[in-house]
Each structure stands twice: as C-alpha cells, then as structure tokens.
C-alpha cells in the first residue's frame, strides 16, 4: 500500500439497507472522516425513492453526471413518477438477481451505486466507502464498477469471506471480464457469474481502484486472506460479536440458548496482537463507540475504529422519524435488550434484533405477516433436481421452501429482512390488503456509546456531534 495514504481515525460503518444514507455519510467524509454508503440492495431503494416522485431531484442531479444516459432513460422511464405514486398503488420491483446476469439489472446496480456515491462525495474532497454484503454475491461486480464510476475511495464487505474481492476491483477498473464463483448449494460444480464492465457501455477505462478493507472477525481469516496476493485485502475491520447487524456465528458448534439466542465465548474474541503483527492497517468495530474505546483501539495499533450504532440514530441517517425515536426512547430503559437471534437472517448468520413490540420481533406481528420472496437478494442458489440452478430462501413461503428442498425446520423463525429493512427506511411495500411492510430494527448490543450519547443529547445527535464526541479524548495533532 502507497505511504502517502491518510487513514481515517473514524470510521462510519456500512449500514444496510440505506440507513447509512449518502446524507450521513457525507457529513462524516467533510468531518475528516470516513463516510460509508451502504450499497445493500440499493437498486430497490433507487427505484423506490424515483417511484415516489424522487421531490427533491438529488437522484435526478446525480443520474445526469452518469456517463451513459441511455441506460439513465431507460431507468427513468421504468420507475420515475412524477408527483409520487398514489398512495394506495404498490412499489413496481426491480428484477430479482440471477447468475444469468442481465443488462438491465447491471446497468440498474451500477447506475444505484453511482448515485449513493456521487451524492455522498459532492462539493468536498473527504473519503467515502461503500459497503456491501459477501452473501449477495450476484450484485457485486457490477455495484462495484458503479461506484467506481462516481470515484469511490473504500469499498468494504463483509457478512462471508471476501476473497474474490481484490482481484474483481483490478480487473474491473481496467475493463477486463470478470468470472466469479458463486455459491451453489446441493452440488460440489463450480459456478461462475460472469460479468464484463465494457456492455455497459461507457468507454472509461481505466477508473482509480479504490482500496478494499475485508470485515471479519477472526486474526484466522486475517492470515488466510493475507496467504496470497490475489486475495490481500488493503485492510481490515475487526468486527466483535456486539457489533450490529450480521454477526460471525459462533465458534463453539451449537452455541444457541433457549431463546434461540447465539451464545459466545473467549473463541471468539480475536487475537489483536496476531493481527497487529500481520502488518495490515485495521480498524475495531462493535462497541467501540466511546472516547475511551477509540483510545484503547488505537492503544493496540488500530488504525482508529468502526462505528454503527451511533451513526445509526444520528439526524442524518436513512431510519424513519418514528424508527429514530423509537430507539432513542428504548436506550433510556434499563431493561432494552437486543437479542444476537441465530434464526432471523436468511443469511444463517447471528442478526443483532431490538426487541420491539411494534416490529417484527413481536411473535404476534411476525405470526400475522404473509411470507413472500418479492425482493430475494438473501436467496440461495442450489442444485435443481431436474437440473438447471434455482433460488431459495428460508423466508419465504415454508412449503415452497420444500419444494425447494430447503430444511424447512431450520426456516421456521427466518425473517424478510429485505421487506423489513425496506420497512426501517420508511420504503416499505405495501401488499395488496392495504398492509404496509412491518420494521425489524438491528443495532449494537453494547449500548455504552449510544447512552452516552443520549445523555448528551436527549433530542438526538447530528454525526459530527457524534464524531467529536468519539475524538474528545484524542487530540487531532497525534492523528
Ligand atoms: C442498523 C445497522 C445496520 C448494519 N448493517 C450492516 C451492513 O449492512 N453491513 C455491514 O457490514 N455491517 C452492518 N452493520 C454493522 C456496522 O457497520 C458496524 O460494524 C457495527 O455497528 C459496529 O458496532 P457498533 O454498533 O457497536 O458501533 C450494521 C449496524 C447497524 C447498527
């Protein structure tokens, strides 16, 4: 890595679906800091915003910057209303992801991620990072070829093993095709996605290659993507359990207690002295949400940290009104818990959930929700019987699920986190009944720094509060 590169101190951590909004992450990036955008299914949350009449004409502004206006057209006349869609009328959906790939489902991924990017970078010169999900593996080379597109500085993924990452973002910013292997359930085939950033149509090459920061959560995963060139990520977020969102499962096998609650223990910790010694720049995450955390952070050779939950509830963020209070009202109660639940995410990873009567994780609520796959980005892809791949996921309807050959008794208490975190954004869908999509709220289990906060600032915070109160016990010339 180049010397002259200044590593950011703070960093804004990738919050999906769109609660770190370019919004957030570009009051972090003008702070000095960096502001991460998160690219999760941001196709549907593109499409959606344009449905609603996109009012304040930034997705617009940004779409007329993109270098191929064709595909902008095409886009525009798809989902824009002018006006905003009738109250009563659904959200159109963007096509599902398939390994076969498809021109517009590329073009619509690159074209969302250049917005979120080239929003959050305007009129300043600070850092901004995209972050996506390891697991969503069919949108990855063509959201990164878009938010190269609008120059993005870090591109950060976690929520898998990122291997494949590094060699994507050298071939893709010279134009070159890329094969990824995809994940296959039910057969030991390989399979490849493949994608070639020159049918887009945009005679660029080559774009600047942003540096890539791997989020895991073990000093063993450190060492084996560091084995190889073609897998050394530019460097790390160490994510402990608390963290929000997904999080690692457990070491331990079977390490879930009677409220179907991931269970952790010194396994899990990570050997920070083994990954200071790896001689790759890192950054802590998960609880290290204090002044007296980002010094202890950088007391064991972190470049600085990682932060969530705060950004999260911070004015800037893409949570509604109602979903911001709603947490900022629960911090204030002793008794707020935020279960680590090892059967919510489709994903089969630990997901960080508010218990929260008026969301999904209310047994009434969830009981009473139709299941249906509309979105699918957590979809499986398996083997096919009769051959061919097909797509499941332990969200959606139990008996399509077996028909699928899923294992039905491990679906039972998976939740559509797309339609809920869709929901979280105030982008909810709303079904033909009249029923509009219900909330399912992640957030950190360590809930010192967002206290903290809270007692500072009972009405909320905006994110450079929340930058100067991580700093408060560092001084700016040391960093
Ligand atoms: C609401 C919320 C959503 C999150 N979504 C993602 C995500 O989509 N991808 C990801 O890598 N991390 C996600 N995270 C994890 C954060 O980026 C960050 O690493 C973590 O929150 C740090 O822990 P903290 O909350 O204790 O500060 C999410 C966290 C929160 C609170």
């Not at 890329?178 to 005679?203: Q, S």
């Not at 530019?234 to 997904?246: C, K, L, P, S, T």
């Amino acid at each position: 890595m180049q010397s002259d590169i200044r590593y950011p101190t703070i960093i804004q951590g990738g919050m999906g679906i769109a609660v770190s909004s370019w919004q957030l992450a570009k009051q972090v990036a003008m702070a000095g800091e960096l502001g991460v955008i998160s690219g999760t299914a941001i196709d549907s949350v593109i499409a959606r915003r344009l449905q609603d009449g996109d009012p304040s004409g930034d997705i617009r502004r940004a779409m007329s910057h993109f270098p191929n206006q064709k595909t902008i057209a095409e886009i525009m006349d798809r989902f824009f209303i002018e006006g905003g869609r009738a109250a009563d009328k659904a959200y159109l959906d963007v096509p599902k992801l398939s390994i076969k790939g498809n021109l517009f489902s590329n073009n619509l991924l690159a074209v969302s991620s250049f917005v979120e990017v080239w929003l959050a970078k305007e009129g300043h010169n600070g850092l901004i990072g995209m972050n996506i999900l390891e697991k969503i593996q069919l949108a990855i080379p063509a959201q990164l070829y878009g938010a190269m597109l609008a120059d993005v500085d870090y591109i950060l993924i976690g929520a898998g093993i990122p291997a494949q990452i590094p060699h994507l973002l050298n071939e893709i910013s010279v134009g070159n095709k890329v094969a990824m292997k995809v994940e296959v359930a039910d057969t030991k085939d390989k399979h490849y996605l493949h994608f070639d950033p020159t049918t887009l149509g945009i005679e660029n090459f080559p774009v600047k290659r942003p540096l890539f920061l791997a989020i895991v959560s073990s000093h063993a995963l450190v060492a084996y993507l560091n084995k190889d060139e073609e897998t050394k990520p530019d460097g790390f977020v160490i994510e402990y359990h608390v963290a929000g969102g997904h999080n690692a499962p457990p070491r331990a096998k079977n390490a879930i207690d009677e409220n179907g609650e991931a269970i952790y223990n010194d396994q899990d910790i990570p050997n920070l002295e083994k990954i200071l010694a790896s001689g790759s720049p890192f950054w802590l995450a998960g609880g290290f949400a204090t002044p007296a955390k980002v010094v202890e952070a950088l007391a064991h050779g972190a470049k600085g940290v990682q932060v969530g939950s705060v950004f999260a509830l911070s004015n800037e963020s893409g949570f509604t009104e109602e979903n911001r209070s709603s947490v900022l009202n629960s911090l204030a109660d002793p008794h707020m818990r935020v279960l680590t639940d090892a059967s919510a995410s489709p994903t089969g990873f630990p997901f960080k959930v508010i218990q929260n009567n008026e969301t999904l994780s209310n047994d009434s609520l969830y009981s009473k929700r139709m299941r249906i796959c509309d979105l699918g980005y957590l979809r499986t892809m398996y083997q096919r019987e009769k051959g061919g791949i097909g797509y499941r996921c332990p969200a959606e309807p139990l008996d399509n699920y077996e028909f699928k050959n899923g294992q039905v008794d491990q679906a039972q208490g998976s939740k559509c986190l797309c339609n809920a975190l869709m929901a979280d954004i105030g982008l909810g869908q709303r079904r033909p009944d009249g029923r509009v999509e219900i909330s399912l709220l992640t957030f950190g289990s360590d809930l010192e720094g967002p206290r903290a906060m809270r007692e500072k600032y009972p009405n909320g915070w905006n994110a450079v509060q929340a930058i100067n109160f991580l700093k408060e016990q560092i001084s700016h010339q040391a960093h």
